[in-house]
């Protein structure tokens, strides 16, 4: 079976255990290719400890999971994912032309004329030192920087957290655009769904490390069709983290 015929990610009751207790367990879900997934829940639901274990930087303590077919083996992402953090691990004394230059000298698919594409588009001087860079810019010098890996997958873990709403808004519409055209699988975890809502088509909700709510957004909706105050994605997450609060207090 070849790469495209296999779903991005499956977990199989996937857990993952610390000294402090379990962070994510007993996991069951399917990251259906093409899509725009929103993994979602408060801080310290178990979102980055799911996306540690899709690259492989994590091993399950239980339970199974497979990455386009693969298990990850912890001798690096799979060459189909891209994994960009909130940290955006570029080098300030580096050019934008230099990252770009690292990106391909680093990455045997490497795609330079798209991610200079993906640049120029921005319009993100490539001279100019990434140090020198808003915060805005970044965002996208690093994007370009994962999409020109030409993934499969891109996981993106909190990438908008550090931006002004506006400058939020223009990348999260250019980043699921460009995503949509290449047909790539994007996982965008965030513990604020309002900012995902207009853009995600699939949901994966978290809390105490469980999966609570997946599924296809317009089946989640027409589920729960009829229901007042669950209309929209945000309310019907809502009233699902607001049941495991409960749940959790009794």
């Not at 594409?117 to 370009?144: D, H, I, N, W, Y």
């Not at 499969?152 to 250019?174: G, H, I």
């Not at 809390?207 to 989640?220: A, I, K, P, S």
Request: hydrophobic share 40%; charged share 20%.
């Amino acid at each position: 079976m070849g790469l495209r015929e296999h779903p991005p990610v499956v977990a199989e009751n996937l857990g993952k255990k610390y000294s402090r207790g379990w962070a994510l367990r007993d996991c069951t879900l399917q990251i259906p290719a093409g899509r725009i997934v929103a993994l979602v829940g408060p801080n310290g639901a178990g979102k980055s400890t799911l996306m540690g274990m899709i690259t492989g930087l994590l091993r399950p303590t239980s339970g199974r999971i497979t990455v386009f077919g693969d298990v990850p083996n912890g001798r690096g992402m799979h060459a189909a994912v891209a994994f960009l953090t909130q940290a955006k691990p570029l080098y300030p004394q580096f050019t934008v032309a230099e990252t770009l230059r690292y990106g391909e000298s680093s990455n045997p698919g490497w795609d330079q004329a798209y991610a200079e594409e993906l640049v120029r588009k921005a319009q993100v001087p490539f001279a100019a030192k990434v140090g020198t860079l808003s915060g805005g810019q970044r965002t996208r010098v690093a994007l370009a920087l994962a999409l020109g890996k030409r993934p499969r997958l891109l996981m993106l873990d909190e990438p908008l957290a550090d931006l002004d709403p506006l400058a939020r808004e223009t990348v999260l519409r250019t980043l699921v655009e460009e995503c949509r055209t290449q047909g790539i699988t994007v996982l965008l975890s965030s513990h604020v769904l309002a900012e995902l809502e207009g853009v995600c088509d699939h949901l994966v909700l978290l809390t105490d490390g469980r999966v609570r709510l997946v599924g296809d957004v317009d089946e989640l909706l027409r589920a729960h069709a009829g229901q007042p105050g669950l209309e929209r994605l945000s309310q019907l997450a809502l009233s699902y983290l607001r049941q495991a609060e409960e749940g959790r207090a009794a």
